[in-house]
């Protein structure tokens, strides 16, 4: 956003430093964007991360490390032109697994995904959006448990909590 803002003041559009912080503070609220390592509740956590690559997965799972928790549970959705298999060897296979996808075109249908991460020994149910795996997880998870749902900015906007 900032690389875009500094594109239009070379183009003479007068935008003032005061409006790109205002705008800054408020994205969240007005773009429903959710960002990177985002805690959105407490008991149990559930914390958003946009990671959607295997670089932003590394960080992920170097985050996941720093954590102590009973059970860790992964929403995950991803979009049909990512490497799939090689985000997904990242991820611990000790964690419930809950595939899904985000509402758009480009997202890999929950089943395909699953079939993926069962080749490398992730297994899990399948739900066709976010908030109906998020659901199904909240009735399950202890309040000391972790719930991470990421793989997709798309998916990442489509929480509702």
Avoid at 6 to 11: E, F
Avoid at 50 to 62: E, F, L, T
Avoid at 101 to 119: C, F, M, N, S, V
């Amino acid at each position: 956003m900032l690389e875009s803002v500094h594109q239009l003041q070379l183009k003479k559009f007068s935008i003032e430093q005061k409006h790109v912080e205002t705008a800054l503070k408020k994205v969240k609220r007005l773009t429903g964007f959710h960002g990177r390592w985002e805690k959105v509740r407490d008991n149990p956590i559930v914390i958003v991360d946009v990671a959607h690559n295997a670089d932003g997965m590394k960080q992920v799972a170097q985050q996941l490390e720093l954590m102590t928790y009973p059970q860790l549970h992964i929403i995950i959705g991803l979009v049909r032109d990512k490497e799939v298999q090689n985000i997904l060897c990242l991820l611990p296979a000790t964690a419930n697994y809950y595939f899904t996808k985000a509402q758009i075109p480009r997202a890999l249908p929950e089943d395909e995904l699953a079939a993926i991460a069962k080749t490398l020994q992730l297994e899990g149910k399948t739900f066709t959006d976010v908030n109906a795996a998020l659901n199904e997880v909240m009735t399950h998870a202890h309040p000391d448990d972790v719930i991470l749902i990421c793989g997709s900015v798309f998916l990442a906007g489509e929480v509702n909590l």
